[in-house]
């Protein structure tokens, strides 16, 4: 007997066939003696349409077409619904279906978060109550995705933000284990729709799944898998559809056994380049640089730093989402005279390939293989960035399928 | 400068263009001054959606086409949430228009009611915050037909329960009026499809409308009424559409100066006639009859007790809920030994036509007019059942337009 949070995305709850289906895998779960929290999604579209509700209601001046920016609080009191009305609904199937179930909505629980409406944060899951109703015997369906902020307002977490309150949930009421039913069967070595010989992984560690999801794989959001590894929760990722067959598991270093060098290779095309040439090579100047772009709210990611020909003059190359990229050369260009740069160049054509992996701390010559490979494939890599478990490297996009399965294939991973 | 509550129905807040609409009407109120919080119900046509989901949700089989009774804490669930949708929707609409405004749902506020899940009763409003936010010059936009039962769970009051949450709200934060926008231009004589010649009523007390209401005068909720007469809260009806014209204002009755003898004429086709014959005319048989009628929820309405020929037995009458026909009979068929009838016998086309007005009070031969009238156009009278400031006649439903124009003409209400 466990005591075990699932979690259903929007696809899984997409219509009332799919939650009694969902129903039926919460089921199998008690009968099987286990004590269950479930988190659930909106049913896929419905989120979309009010979000769209949202930004109508905004526009400004009343006309047809045009939109406005909603009052971020009341975004969150609208598009918070989407998820009661899921966990309603799961849970009066539950009970028609003889399992005892009652909804748990996010200032009920409380997930408590902060202020930051549309993309607040988790900061605590003081759930004594509903962990009670769980240990008593009765499933907890609980909405994803939202909480309550101060001032008892209404918070919803930001897009995939349902993987977030499972794992935390799943930390607040103590559950052995946390499983994330999702669309795919788990978490694969990298992309199979660019590498069809990517294989299923049986086990990866938290902190290479947190360095695949900030790098570009989408099987969990990021902020889900530093709540489970702050937690130490045992996390899967399994299929809604075919919950039998493999699956995940999250879990730590010391868990797995054979630590190959590379685990996966993550990719993101949502990159573009920015160049400051000719930039003075004195102290502040990145300050003065990089300031202005934190100001706007602009994520810098990758930065390389190359000495130019006369020696007081430096070349400063840096990368940035693709969808900051115009916010950012407007950020820099109200700051051109204190930067005093000769010339800004940009590139939107660029995509970013990584190598992760925890045995690169044990195995030397790891990024050398990835530099070499690429190279037989005639692809230049424009910027590099390491940590102590990934290496990635940007380069044009139009050579990152090639690029993927090259190294795919150079690191081993290929299924037999 | 006034406090003042505003109501808009499932019509007047169909879609996002009638939203702007209702957020334009609400600028108006704050432009001149006033202190303003709004009750809304869902968009029209959600309610009905979100039911016939628990409905499907509920079906103990998955069959399609099935139905079953949902767990009621959780079809409030689900169904709340179509207006929050709206409340935060009009919130979003109202700031975008410059007008200061934020959502309320039933349990911010709080409106607390019973656990009668699906039909609860408000049981008071402290509304200290969000009347604290009122008076500083904010909107609150409050998410009618909802509440919060004991346990923090989520209710709600039944259908037409946003007009009941708008009295309620108006006398939670001591409103100076409570203006109830709907898609009529207030409360009239008679039903107009009936009676061309029907007269809108400027003013109407209280006891007369709630005699209107639960006599079938569709304009309001009964209970809504009952809240406004016991905080006298003074409540007008008016048309979202013309808001500027006409209206009526519920008060109390001394504000009436013109008291004439029937201010109104209601009538209910929900009705349906039983008999039992040859009851026997001894102590307890009433009880035997009402009590099984009682436990089974249904709702007796009129009831008429005739001496038979032989003294000591009786025929008994009286009126149920037409839709409650089939139920009522089962009741007394399981308790036929105990009643001890001769024949039971019913009658599903029947209507019940009412005469109100708080003139009755003083004024002499009032019913007299009733009955020569309907006597006049050969109308039979099945039942008469009166109270202080009514009378009821049961008639056969075919005769219920003629009944109620003849009526109208012979108290003079027709307008000129």
């Known amino acids: 007997m466990a005591t075990i949070a699932m979690k259903f995305g929007g696809t899984s709850v997409a219509d009332l066939d799919r939650i009694r289906h969902v129903a039926g895998l919460v089921k199998r779960e008690v009968e099987r003696g286990n004590k269950v929290a479930v988190v659930v999604s909106a049913m896929a579209g419905e989120t979309n349409k009010l979000v ?45 279906m003889g399992v005892k179930a009652r909804s748990w909505l996010g200032w009920q629980v409380p997930i408590e978060t902060s202020a930051v409406h549309g993309a607040a944060r988790i900061e605590g899951v003081p759930a004594s109550a509903m962990k009670a109703a769980v240990e008593g015997g009765e499933v907890a369906v609980v909405a994803g995705f939202q909480g309550v902020a101060p001032g008892t307002r209404i918070s919803t977490l930001g897009r995939g933000g349902s ?8 930390a607040g009421i103590g559950a052995d284990r946390c499983d994330i039913y999702t669309d795919v069967d788990g978490v694969y070595t990298t992309d199979p729709r660019i590498v069809p010989k990517a294989r299923r992984l049986d086990k990866i560690s938290f902190e290479e799944m947190l360095e695949m999801a900030s790098l ?50 993550a990719y993101s095309r949502d990159e573009a380049k920015i160049t400051l ?10 300050a003065a640089i990089f300031g202005p772009l934190a100001d706007a709210g602009v994520n810098v990611d990758m930065i390389v730093q190359n000495v130019s020909e006369d020696g007081d003059k ?13 916010k950012a050369l407007a950020a820099l260009e109200s700051r051109a005279d204190a930067i005093g ?11 970013k390939v990584s190598i992760i992996g925890i045995g690169m701390r044990t195995h030397a010559g790891v990024a050398q293989t990835m530099f070499s490979t690429l190279s037989e494939k005639g692809i230049n890599i424009q910027v590099i960035s390491t940590s102590e478990i990934k290496v990635s490297v940007l380069i044009a996009e139009e050579y990152v399928e090639l690029a993927v399965r090259a190294l795919h294939t150079a690191y081993g991973l290929d299924a037999a």
Request: charged letters at 20%; aromatic letters at 2%.
């Open 52 to 96: 769209a509700w949202t930004n109508e209601a905004a526009r400004p001046d009343g006309a047809a077409g045009s939109h406005g920016i909603p009052d971020q609080r009341e975004y969150d009191v609208v598009v918070a619904s989407g998820e009661q009305v899921t966990s309603g609904l799961l849970a009066i199937t539950l009970n028609a």
């Open 163 to 170: 993987d977030t309150s499972a794992v935390a949930v799943a």
């Open 216 to 265: 570009g794989a989408k099987v969990l959001q990021t902020r889900s898998v530093e709540i489970a590894m702050l937690n130490r929760v045992p996390t899967r990722v399994l299929s809604t559809f075919t919950p039998d067959v493999g699956g995940t598991l999250l879990c730590d270093e010391e868990d797995i056994v054979e630590k190959k060098p590379v685990t996966g290779i």
């Open 277 to 286: 040439q000719k930039v003075p090579d004195r102290p502040g100047v990145a």
């Open 314 to 326: 430096t070349d400063l190359t840096f990368t940035v989402p693709r969808s900051e990229l115009s």
């Open 341 to 351: 740069a000769g010339a800004v160049t940009h590139d939107a054509g660029v995509a």
